[in-house]
């Protein structure tokens, strides 16, 4: 069931806006209370092992076939124009960066908070998007896309069987699988679908890393007949069967997704023209057929930010930055403010919600994010208090 609180219209930058509500880390700038939709993903513990069961069966076939959801294609009608700040600026520390400290690095290396986010589409198929671990109170949240969490076409509520896989690499969890436990995205973003407001974060439950397994016959399969001991010991939700027997694999609770990979911290209400790296998986073709990315790996992208618009998505108060990720896989890739290379951490800024060809030529060249303000720190702020706990 889907949980909303009170809506309250108040003016930004010369617009109709919906402010939040939200209390935590940071000094809450100038905002509504109560515009923030919540959505259950995996409510328990049972569903979130039959979560896991589904990407890891049959040796994780379905991590592996796995398609990357369709970024946005806004085409040339991104135009100039754009955002403005609704209050102060702000900034919430990243994890490890709570005492600021001064200096560069010229080498990028990559962040090891991004990575992709699983889930079932409408079409019941599999597929993925960019995402990225973000500071919170519990170490337990990430930021991706609106629209890779609450599906705009079909107007579902959620995508099911949400997971998020930091480092994500060819079927491979380095720093194990984190299943979604409550969504929070914007109101308008849920109801009206309001291109402006296209992003979400999710609270995950502790990780779990596959170990070692045992094949059982289907007397010790038996929910009815095992022993409890072999169940402590082995996960029978996760399981394939071979000459009648059920082999079952032992999983480990890896702790906070925070405390393994670390967290951006995030910014709102910045001044456009500073510079962005954009970290994410792109994949696709350009609108010519030249098939740049392949989403196996992650890139990066670097430029200025400028204000945008794309009244095809709704969307009047966007930023965006010169980038020639593709429209296959990018949505929710991190735009990350003064991105420390040697910590791998920075402040994050906007997630792709649209790519764009801005001068015809059939490539693409323009990303394109929500402007973060202080309605967007509301709805951070309200996902960032919450506790979400271990499944094991």
Same mark, same amino acid.
């Given at each position: 069931?889907?949980?909303?609180?009170?809506?309250?219209?108040?003016?930004?930058?010369?617009?109709?806006?919906?402010?939040?509500?939200?209390?935590?880390?940071?000094?809450?700038?100038?905002?509504?209370? &109560?515009?923030?939709?919540?959505?259950?993903?995996?409510?328990?513990?049972?569903?979130?092992?039959?979560?896991?069961?589904?990407?890891?069966?049959?040796?994780?076939?379905?991590?592996?076939?796995?398609?990357?959801?369709?970024?946005?294609?806004?085409?040339?009608?991104?135009?100039?124009? &754009?955002?403005? +700040?609704?209050?102060?600026?702000?900034?919430?520390?990243?994890?490890? @960066?709570?005492?600021?400290?001064?200096?560069?690095?010229?080498?990028?290396?990559?962040?090891?908070?991004?990575?992709?986010?699983?889930?079932?589409?409408?079409?019941?198929?599999?597929?993925?998007?960019?995402?990225?671990?973000?500071?919170?109170?519990?170490?337990?949240?990430?930021?991706?896309?609106?629209?890779?969490?609450? @599906?705009?076409?079909?107007?579902? +509520?959620?995508?099911?069987?949400?997971?998020?896989?930091?480092?994500?690499?060819?079927?491979?969890?380095?720093?194990?699988?984190?299943?979604?436990?409550?969504? #929070?995205?914007?109101?308008?973003?849920?109801?009206?679908?309001? =291109?402006?407001?296209?992003?979400?974060?999710?609270?995950?439950?502790?990780?779990?890393?596959?170990?070692?397994?045992?094949?059982?016959?289907?007397?010790?399969?038996?929910?009815?007949?095992?022993?409890?001991?072999?169940?402590?010991?082995?996960?029978?939700?996760?399981?394939?069967?071979?000459?009648?027997?059920?082999?079952?694999?032992?999983?480990? @609770?890896?702790?906070?997704?925070?405390?393994?990979? =670390?967290?951006?911290?995030?910014?709102?209400?910045?001044?456009?023209?500073?510079?962005?790296?954009?970290?994410?998986?792109?994949?696709?073709?350009?609108?010519?057929?030249?098939?740049?990315?392949?989403?196996?790996?992650?890139?990066?992208?670097?430029?200025?930010? #400028?204000?945008?618009?794309?009244?095809?998505?709704?969307?009047?108060?966007?930023?965006?930055?010169? /980038?020639?990720?593709?429209?296959?896989?990018?949505?929710?890739?991190?735009?990350?403010?003064?991105?420390?290379?040697?910590?791998?951490?920075?402040?994050?800024?906007?997630?792709?919600?649209?790519?764009?060809?801005?001068?015809?030529?059939?490539?693409?060249?323009? /990303?394109?994010?929500?402007?973060?303000?202080?309605?967007?720190?509301?709805?951070?702020?309200?996902?960032?208090?919450?506790? /979400?706990?271990?499944?094991?």
């Amino acid at each position: 069931m889907k949980s909303r609180v009170k809506r309250l219209a108040i003016p930004v930058g010369g617009l109709t806006a919906v402010g939040l509500v939200g209390g935590m880390l940071a000094a809450a700038p100038a905002q509504a209370a &109560g515009d923030v939709a919540s959505d259950p993903l995996a409510t328990s513990g049972i569903a979130a092992k039959n979560v896991i069961a589904y990407w890891m069966n049959e040796k994780a076939a379905n991590l592996i076939k796995a398609s990357p959801y369709e970024t946005l294609v806004v085409a040339k009608h991104v135009s100039k124009g &754009g955002p403005s +700040a609704d209050s102060k600026p702000g900034t919430v520390p990243a994890i490890g @960066d709570e005492k600021k400290s001064g200096g560069t690095s010229k080498n990028v290396n990559l962040p090891r908070t991004t990575g992709k986010v699983f889930f079932r589409g409408a079409d019941g198929k599999p597929h993925w998007c960019s995402a990225t671990s973000l500071q919170a109170k519990y170490r337990n949240l990430v930021a991706t896309a609106g629209h890779c969490v609450y @599906d705009t076409k079909s107007n579902k +509520a959620t995508l099911s069987r949400w997971v998020f896989i930091p480092g994500y690499y060819q079927g491979k969890a380095p720093w194990g699988i984190y299943v979604g436990k409550q969504a #929070f995205t914007h109101y308008d973003f849920d109801v009206y679908e309001d =291109g402006d407001r296209d992003y979400a974060f999710v609270t995950v439950y502790n990780g779990l890393k596959a170990g070692s397994g045992a094949w059982l016959n289907k007397a010790e399969w038996d929910w009815k007949q095992v022993d409890k001991a072999t169940y402590k010991k082995y996960d029978p939700a996760i399981r394939r069967i071979r000459h009648g027997k059920y082999y079952i694999v032992k999983f480990t @609770d890896v702790g906070r997704l925070g405390d393994n990979v =670390g967290g951006q911290g995030l910014a709102y209400n910045q001044k456009l023209g500073k510079k962005v790296f954009v970290f994410g998986y792109p994949s696709g073709s350009h609108p010519d057929g030249n098939h740049a990315y392949s989403g196996q790996t992650l890139k990066w992208s670097y430029g200025k930010t #400028f204000g945008a618009k794309a009244p095809a998505v709704k969307a009047e108060e966007l930023i965006g930055v010169k /980038s020639s990720f593709t429209g296959e896989g990018s949505s929710g890739s991190a735009w990350l403010l003064n991105y420390k290379s040697a910590k791998r951490i920075g402040y994050l800024n906007g997630v792709t919600s649209g790519v764009a060809d801005t001068d015809g030529n059939n490539r693409i060249d323009t /990303s394109v994010s929500p402007y973060f303000d202080g309605e967007t720190y509301g709805v951070y702020k309200s996902a960032a208090n919450v506790w /979400s706990g271990s499944i094991a």
